[in-house]
Every structure is written in structure tokens, then in C-alpha cells.
């Protein structure tokens, strides 16, 4: 396919998977790396494990409670 400038939508190529193309619209400039954003990525990730462990505990909790009376 060749290297792409931005924005830029290359020629149609049929290969045995049928038609295709490709583009290149990223150009990196969007990224954040201001610091309440990395603050916000590193409180997301603190509180997504915390969500995590709780929810692993609460469960074994559960099944530690949990009574279970099998008759025949």
C-alpha cells in the first residue's frame, strides 16, 4: 500500500479477501499529556484495581456464607 500522508484514502486493491483500502487520519496531536489528565489515567486505574479486589472479596464472602443442603 505504500506510505500515506494525513488524511489520505489510498487507491482500491483487490487481494483474495476481496477489496480494500487504507488511510492514515491520526496525527498524534490530539494526545493529552497535560498533568490532571495523567492525574485522572492513574485515579482511574487506582480505582478500577480497588473495584476489583473488593468485588473478589465480597464474592469469597459469599461463598464462605453460602450453605448448601444436598438430599437424596
Known amino acids: 500500500m505504500g506510505k500515506l500522508d ?15 483500502f487504507d488511510s492514515s487520519s491520526w496525527t498524534g496531536e490530539n494526545k493529552d499529556d497535560s498533568l490532571e489528565h495523567k492525574k485522572n489515567m492513574v485515579r482511574d ?19 464462605d456464607e453460602a450453605y448448601v443442603e444436598i438430599y437424596q
Open 45 to 63: 486505574a487506582i480505582r478500577k484495581r480497588k473495584i476489583e479486589e473488593e468485588t473478589e472479596l465480597w464474592m469469597r464472602r459469599l461463598r
Open 6 to 20: 494525513i488524511n489520505q484514502i489510498s487507491d482500491p486493491v483487490q487481494s483474495q479477501f476481496g477489496w480494500a
